[in-house]
């Protein structure tokens, strides 16, 4: 099975915080992904990675920024919080051209 | 980009009814993954399948990837199957292989 971990599960969070998600996997794939979702909608790619040292924007414009020093870790950080932020956030990893698994999910909440 | 469409966009079913979800995308693709989205947010990966069909269980999935489209079947719903059913494609844009998803499937299952 999978192992891919997103940490925190829920987080609520007051407007101009900076914040920082956490992913991580343990199977040494080189791909790494954030996508977010709003309730019941399609998710949108805001950042991924070929692997260390390497990040690229997705097709969704976000303020939000990521790095990727070690293989096993993509987190994503927010320097300052809005509302418009709201939304779940979902990590995913996977080998080159093979399946996706994806992480619980973080769903934020900035008030 | 390679487009993904799913339909119906949702469905609502009496427990004990079978169903038929479709994946139509615009492109050839290298690989397709169907997953399940619970109340919870998190996604779990049902199939992974670039062509041909599997099952597991009381869920089967058939890839025709020359006429470019997936169908996922669900037989005797059950009310553990109401959420969202969603399509990925990989699609080899530049050599990315990035993991489009289209619009999702609402299922609810009454009991």
């Known amino acids: 099975e999978a192992d891919i971990y997103q940490t925190p599960r829920y987080l609520v969070i007051g407007t101009g915080k900076k914040i920082t998600l956490e992913c991580s996997q343990t199977m040494g794939h080189d791909k790494m992904y954030w996508y977010q979702q709003d309730p019941g909608m399609e998710l949108h790619l805001i950042h991924y990675s070929y692997g260390v040292n390497s990040t690229e924007k997705g097709d969704l414009s976000s303020e939000s920024t990521v790095s990727r020093i070690r293989t096993e870790h993509f987190p994503l950080t927010l320097e300052s919080a809005r509302p418009s932020h709201t939304s779940q956030y979902l990590c995913?990893?996977?080998?080159?051209?093979?399946?996706?698994?994806f992480g619980q999910g973080t769903r934020l909440t900035v008030v | 980009g390679i487009q993904v469409e799913q339909s119906p966009p949702d469905l609502i079913l009496q427990e004990g009814a079978n169903s038929t979800l479709r994946c139509n995308f615009s492109?050839?693709?290298?690989?397709l993954q169907w997953f399940h989205q619970n109340p919870w947010g998190q996604l779990i990966n049902l199939f992974y399948i670039p062509s041909g069909t599997k099952q597991n269980g009381r869920l089967s999935a058939t890839t025709v990837a020359t006429e470019r489209y997936s169908l996922l079947y669900i037989s005797s719903s059950q009310t553990t199957d109401s959420g969202v059913y969603f399509c990925?494609?990989?699609?080899?844009?530049?050599?990315?292989?990035?993991?489009?998803f289209g619009r999702g499937t609402s299922l609810i299952v009454h009991p």
């Open positions: 995913a990893s996977s080998e080159l051209g093979r399946q996706a698994f």
């Open positions: 990925a494609v990989l699609h080899a844009s530049g050599g990315s292989y990035i993991p489009t």
């Open positions: 492109d050839s693709v290298n690989n």
